[in-house]
C-alpha cells in the first residue's frame, strides 16, 4: 500500500516524511482492518518527528486520528460489519490487564501503544486495530470533521469533563487545534469560557467559535488586571510559557490542567500554596469516555474546523503549524494518496 513514513528525527525544515509502498497490514485476531479516509494532523506529529517525543516503533506510519470504512475482520472480531465508518484514535492498545484498564482509564495503562507514534498510523490507505479500540463514529459528522474530535475533541473533553459545571468561569489557553475544541466543548456544557492568547488577531475567531470573552496575554498588565478571574484553566500551549502568570489568575481553590506539550519551566510555589491552587495534567481518553465524548459532540452539533489538505502538502502543512498558521486543524484526505 502507498503510505507516508517517518524514518528518524528530523527538523521540519528538511520534509522528513518519505512517500513510499509498504505491505499492507492484516488484521490478526481480534483485529478490524479499516481502509482510511481522513486522517488528522496533531501538533503532537511534531514532537514525534523531532523526536521529543522517543518512538518504540521506527521507522513508523504517523497519524492519531483516522476516520474510515471497515472492510474486514480478524478471526473472532464480529463487532463491526463491512462498510461501518468508524474511528481509530491516539490510544491503538493497551494491556488490559493492569488496574487502569480494568477501571476504563485505558489512556493510563501502564504499557499503552499509540497510533501513529508507537504503532503504524493513518498516514496511509490501510491501517488495522484491535476492535475494541475502534469507535463508531456517529451519523452527524463528516469524515474530516470527526478526524480531530478523536484526538483535540477528547484530549479538551475529558478534563471538562472533570472540572466544568454549567455557569462557572473557565479559560482556554491557546486557541489552535485542541484551544478550538476546548471553546466548544467547554460551552456545550454552558460554562462562561474566555481564550487566552498570544495572537491578538484571533480575537473574532475565538468570539465566533464562541468564546465570551478573548483576552491577549501579551498585553501590558493583563496577568495583574484578571487576577482570581476563573474556576479552571485549560492549558493547551506547546510552547514553554510560565505557568505562575496562568496560576495567578485562578480563583481560590481552582485548578489549571494542562494538556499542551511544554517545554520545561520552572514553577513557584507561591500561587499554589496562596490561594489552595491545584496544577494537574491529562492525557487524551479512555475508551469508554472517548465514545462519550463523540456522542456529546454529535448531540450539541459540535465539530472541528478543519482545513482539508491533500497528503502531498503534508510537509508544508507540519512548516505552517509551527507558524501557528492553521484553522483549527489540518486533516488529510487520504484518496490523495494514490496521485502518488
Ligand atoms: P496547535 O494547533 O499548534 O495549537 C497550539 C497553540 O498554542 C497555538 O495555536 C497557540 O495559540 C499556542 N502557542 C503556540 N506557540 C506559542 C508560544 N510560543 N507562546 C504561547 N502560545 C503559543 O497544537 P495542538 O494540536 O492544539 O496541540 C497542542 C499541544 O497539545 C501540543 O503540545 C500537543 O502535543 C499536545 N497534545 C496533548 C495531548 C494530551 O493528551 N495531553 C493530546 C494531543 C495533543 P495562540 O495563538 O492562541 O496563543
Known sequence: MKACLLRAPAAVETNPLEFTDVPAPRPAAGEVLVRINYCGVCRTDLHVVEGELARRKSPVIPGPQVVGTVEGSGEGASRF???????IAWLHHTDGT?????????????????????????????IVAPESFVYPIPDAFRDEQAAPLLCAGITTYAPLRRYVTPGRKIAVVGLGGLGHMGVKIGKAMGAHVTVLSHSPGKRDDALRLGADAFIATGDEGV???YAKRFDFILDTVSARHDYNDYLGLL????????????????????????????????????IRETQEMLDFCAKHDVAADVEVIP???????YERMLRNDV?????IDIASLKQG
Not at 311 to 317: P, R
Not at 327 to 331: H, T
Open 81 to 87: 460489519q463491512r462498510g461501518a465508518r468508524v474511528g
Open 98 to 126: 493492569c488496574r487502569y484498564c480494568r477501571s476504563g482509564a485505558e489512556n493510563l495503562c501502564d504499557d499503552p501503544s499509540f497510533t501513529g507514534w508507537t504503532v503504524d498510523g493513518g498516514y496511509a490507505e490501510w
Open 223 to 225: 496577568f495583574e488586571k
Open 251 to 286: 480563583r481560590r481553590d481552582g485548578t489549571m490542567v494542562l494538556v499542551g506539550v511544554a517545554e520545561p519551566t520552572l514553577l513557584s510555589a507561591a500561587p499554589l500554596i496562596m490561594q489552595r491552587r491545584t496544577l494537574g495534567g491529562s492525557l487524551i481518553g479512555g
Open 311 to 317: 497528503i502531498q502538502k503534508v510537509n508544508e502543512a
Open 327 to 331: 484553522r483549527y486543524r489540518f486533516v
